[in-house]
């Protein structure tokens, strides 16, 4: 951040949120009380305790036209854009006005720009306003309203961090219901110059995205349903096919009374039940409607409970195979431990690729979430 003042200097904000770590000082020898005060705003930056209002410190007695001339609001600007709170509070804490007179070339705010370009960080500001309802109620030059900007297409970089069609339409869902919630009930039906609802925006612009959202779950539906079809096929047969087979007189397990195979039957049929559960819910993702709204609950915790299922009959498959493995070839224990070892190792490739994603969309669909509305009251 570069700071100067009248004719002989200006301000220019420029490359934040790391635009505080350099404060110009003017040459103008005239202006010595504004010299020691910037050099005071310097030495704090070097302490590194408060850099942003140390920065923010040498404009606070600077008059609209040096603010215009020094291109702040611009920065403002692009702190909304990149998601840069500190940056927006500090500024408008040394002058308030720039809350309401920070707006770009579309007449769109630091809240419009922070739902257009996905910064929840900076949108979460707006709940620690007195007047949240004002800025909820605004318009920009093209009638849209905050509501508008969540129907806008996101930016790709903001996709890009996201896995997965299925979740980035579930985070478009998130975005648009979050603003809603902000705004007034009777202006959810707003109307810009394109005589667009921000409905009727959302659905045209996420088009596309909706479809590749179907298509990735369905995809990964179809995949998973194989899996979990084989695996309640072995288990269904392991059931009439113990190890060591049956007496020939009364017709019961050999192993009936031995622990090993009490453990081989509840993991086999726990197996089989729950590969069963994870194929059925597969089999209702491939032929969900796949609209909207379904993305937001419905469709991931499908997944949620398709993928858990899966993991958890794959477990108790490969435990049913280790204990049968012990009982028919205890005494070969060469064999029998690095077999076991083996059979771990779809479980542990199943865990390594599968896991992370079912976490993150576990997280998604029912963890904290990126809003927070307990925001402190500012400036």
Not at 97 to 119: C, K, S
Not at 206 to 220: M, V
Not at 283 to 297: G, I, M, P, T
Not at 303 to 316: D, H, K, R, V
């Amino acid at each position: 951040m570069c700071v100067s003042r009248g004719g002989d200097w200006k301000i220019v904000l420029r490359d934040f949120p790391s635009c505080h770590h350099d404060l110009a000082v003017p040459t103008n020898s005239a202006n010595v009380l504004e010299v020691s005060r910037i050099k005071k705003a310097k030495a704090v930056e070097n302490d590194k305790e408060f850099p942003l209002q140390a920065a923010f410190s040498a404009i606070y007695k600077l008059n609209e036209r040096e603010i215009t001339a020094g291109r702040i609001r611009e920065a403002i600007l692009k702190a909304a854009k990149r998601g840069n709170p500190e940056f927006i509070v500090e500024a408008i804490r040394i002058h308030y006005p720039f809350l309401w007179n920070t707006n770009d070339e579309n007449g769109r705010n630091i809240f419009f720009l922070a739902v257009e370009f996905r910064q929840a960080a900076v949108l979460n500001l707006i709940h620690g306003l007195a007047m949240k309802h004002v800025f909820a109620n605004m318009r920009d030059k093209g009638a849209n309203c905050l509501l508008h900007m969540a129907g806008l297409p996101p930016p790709s970089s903001h996709l890009n961090r996201i896995s997965g069609a299925l979740l980035q339409m579930q985070r478009e869902m998130q975005w648009f219901k979050e603003v809603e919630s902000i705004i007034p009930h009777m202006k959810k039906e707003y109307l810009n110059r394109e005589n667009k609802t921000p409905r009727d925006l959302f659905t045209e612009n996420h088009r596309e995205l909706l479809k590749q959202g179907e298509k990735w779950t369905k995809a990964n539906a179809g995949s998973c349903s194989v899996v979990a079809a084989l695996v309640a096929t072995i288990t269904f047969a392991a059931a009439f096919t113990v190890p060591g087979g049956n007496d020939q007189n009364k017709g019961y397990p050999i192993f009936l009374h031995k622990s090993l195979f009490v453990l081989f039957m509840i993991s086999n049929a726990t197996s089989l039940f729950s590969s069963t559960t994870s194929l059925l819910i597969f089999l209702a993702l491939l032929n969900s409607r796949y609209a909207e709204d379904d993305f937001l609950k419905s469709l991931p915790s499908k997944m949620i409970i398709g993928l858990s299922t899966m993991l958890f009959s794959l477990a108790n498959m490969m435990l049913a195979f280790c204990a049968a493995l012990f009982l028919t070839l205890k005494s070969q224990a060469w064999i029998v431990i690095p077999v076991t070892f083996l059979g771990c190792v779809p479980v542990i490739f199943y865990i390594w690729l599968q896991f992370p994603l079912l976490i993150e969309i576990i997280m998604s669909t029912y963890g904290p979430g990126i809003f927070n509305r307990n925001v402190k009251r500012w400036p």
